[in-house]
């Protein structure tokens, strides 16, 4: 049961790579929509086309933190772990910056597993009730950018007249539609149903690299302490890891934010 939870959390893991398209340059410029309402555009919206994707049942659950700061929390299944037949959920919960509230659309993201910081989180487009457009795009060096485009939907379908409306919209302002992935909402896992919960957060990468500070201490610990030698201590470790993972709660990770 262990090797299927590491499983999980790995292929979550590379998962959070994935999901953005790379280009030269500074990041396309695009103008968010005119006087976004932050209220009206809360809430729980279905992911109908994405970039470069292959997660199923994808949603975005915005929420509200204080006045200047909202939480964008995704949530999905993964094609890789859908052929395993391991049924799963799982969420990624970054925070949004609203640094102008006269530009509210033009936020500033902050995803966990983004080393290089935050990035520019735009409202190109809404009309609160039934669908949304959100671009992301960051700055990664001199000469390059990575992007991301999602087409959103208060239902888990969307019109094609809809749909090909906002990706009309989504090329005027330079951005690419090419690699715009459809997402399926037919079969989806709830929450609550599924065995796998894997939710990764600040909190969450701050205990993983606890643990493996704590990991290396104790091989360290054992080395000093006498092991004949570090395959040795390894072994001891990964023993005690196997009689921990074989615990009831090892088959489900979660965080509480």
């Not at 199923?56 to 094609?79: D, E, F, G, I």
């Not at 090329?171 to 715009?180: A, M, Q």
Request: charged share 20%; aromatic share 6%.
């Amino acid at each position: 049961m262990k090797v299927v939870a590491v499983t999980v959390v790995v292929v979550t893991l590379v998962a959070t790579a994935v999901g953005h398209d790379w280009g030269w340059g500074n990041c396309p410029s695009a103008k968010a929509f005119s006087s976004l309402d932050v209220d009206k555009f809360l809430g729980l919206w279905y992911v109908i086309q994405q970039t470069d994707t292959t997660s199923s049942c994808l949603t975005m659950n915005y929420t509200r933190v204080s006045p200047t700061q909202l939480r964008a929390a995704k949530s999905r299944q993964l094609l890789v772990l859908d052929s395993l037949s391991i049924e799963h959920t799982n969420s990624y919960t970054a925070k949004l910056d609203i640094p102008d509230f006269d530009n509210a659309g033009a936020m500033r993201v902050k995803w966990p597993l983004n080393l290089a910081g935050k990035a520019d989180y735009t409202v190109l487009d809404t009309d609160y009730d039934t669908y949304a457009v959100v671009y992301e795009c960051q700055k990664v060096a001199s000469f390059l950018h990575r992007k991301s485009t999602a087409i959103l939907s208060r239902t888990p379908t969307l019109s094609q007249d809809i749909i090909s409306k906002e990706r009309q919209l989504i090329s005027s302002k330079g951005i690419p539609t090419n690699d715009l992935d459809s997402i399926d909402h037919g079969v989806c896992v709830r929450r609550e149903d599924a065995g796998f919960n894997i939710n990764i957060d600040e909190d969450t990468i701050k205990k993983m690299l606890k643990d493996a500070s704590d990991g290396v201490r104790n091989i360290a610990s054992q080395v000093a302490g006498g092991a004949s030698d570090l395959a040795s201590s390894l072994a001891t470790i990964s023993r005690n890891l196997a009689v921990k993972g074989s615990e009831p709660e090892a088959e489900s990770i979660q965080t509480i934010d």
